[in-house]
């Protein structure tokens, strides 16, 4: 279990966390999510003492995390993967890693076959690529079999195979009762995965929910509707009750109706119809929105030219 209590962290003006309290259990997946410059990675690194909170406090099983003894045995983590590793091999690595923390050496080759790597073991870590340091930063985290593991953007840099790998690495854990914390700033990656999310923007807690519920919340679910008959169509919608939205690109929408309902409706009156489509509002939008206003980052909206600001997007830099 992870607690946070009104963590704050201030670099001179800039208030990179301000004020977040959440808990993250064990059994699951918990999604930490925002737009990138959020305050994730600043908050994960608060956790392991590696940052000092300016205000506030965070505890790893109700305690700090200079007080644990042997950490890695409590707390794996994998923070930004550019950070590590020398020119040691991998093997050496996680040697030196399980030395220090009194893990013994058979460890290290479970590690290293959970995570793929045994082949290149002997490899200097330099000439890795991302997702091989991605690789090896997890296996450090799974290093002393700890009840908590922390995973900061970890499929950044992995293939799709490597995608497909973690996410289920991290279920896993997650259903022998491990506490998962990871961070992400795409919403698409967090809904294959978690089952809970804390969602910050700004350095601000914005939700603190589980997944099914926010699906729940959050996906509109409405008819989409094209006619080269609008008028006559709006009019028999109307006189059967029905709420009709007008889109500015000239479709019509209706939340909460079947579309075989509006499709007899319009047989009825002879009435053409050029799309007559079922539409899911997508979570990814409903992030957009939740985050919006904490978006460090937006593109100009006077220069029309420009695209949307797409926080969420894959090629989105924000810092
Ligand atoms: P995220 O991981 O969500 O992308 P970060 O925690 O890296 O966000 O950053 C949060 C904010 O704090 C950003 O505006 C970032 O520029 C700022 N920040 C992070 N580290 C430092 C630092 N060492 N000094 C000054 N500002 C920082
Ligand atoms: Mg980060």
New binding site residues.
């Given amino acids: 279990m992870i607690e946070l209590e009104g963590l704050t962290k201030r670099y001179g003006e800039k208030v990179a966390v301000n004020n977040l309290t959440f808990t993250v259990r064990p059994g699951i997946v918990t999604g930490f999510l925002g737009p990138n410059g959020a305050g994730?990675?600043t908050t994960m690194r608060m956790l392991l003492g590696l940052d000092r909170p300016t205000a506030g406090d965070v505890r790893i099983d109700g305690k700090h995390y200079d007080q644990l003894k042997d950490p890695l045995t409590y707390i794996g983590a994998l923070l930004?993967a550019k950070a590590m590793h020398g020119g040691r091999s991998a093997f050496n690595h996680l040697l030196c890693l399980a030395q220090s923390n009194g893990i013994p050496r058979k460890r290290v080759y479970q590690v290293l076959d959970t995570v793929g790597l045994t082949a290149v073991a002997k490899k200097k870590a330099k000439g890795f690529s991302l997702g091989m340091g991605q690789r090896l930063g997890i296996a450090g985290a799974l290093l002393g079999d700890p009840r908590i593991l922390m995973f900061?953007?970890p499929v950044n840099g992995l293939d799709p195979e490597g995608i497909h790998w973690i996410r289920n690495l991290m279920k896993s854990l997650a259903a022998q009762g491990r506490t998962v914390f990871v961070?992400s700033h795409l919403m698409s990656e967090m809904a294959l995965t978690a089952d809970h999310l804390v969602v910050i923007g700004q350095g601000r807690l914005l939700a603190d929910t589980s997944m099914a519920d926010f699906i729940t919340q959050n996906s509109r679910s409405y008819v989409r509707i094209r006619t080269p008959q609008r008028e006559r169509l709006l009019d028999v919608l109307h006189g059967a009750g029905v709420t009709v939205v007008e889109t500015g690109n000239g479709s019509l929408e209706v939340d909460g109706s079947k579309s075989e309902h509006i499709g007899e409706l319009a047989a009825q009156h002879q009435i053409v119809l050029h799309e007559l489509s079922p539409q899911q509002a997508s979570l990814e939008d409903a992030f957009m929105q939740l985050t919006a206003e904490s978006v460090e980052y937006h593109a100009h909206s006077d220069t029309p030219a420009a695209p949307p600001p797409q926080p969420w997007g894959d090629g989105w830099k924000g810092n």
Avoid: I
């Fill in positions: 994730k990675s930004d900061d953007e961070s």
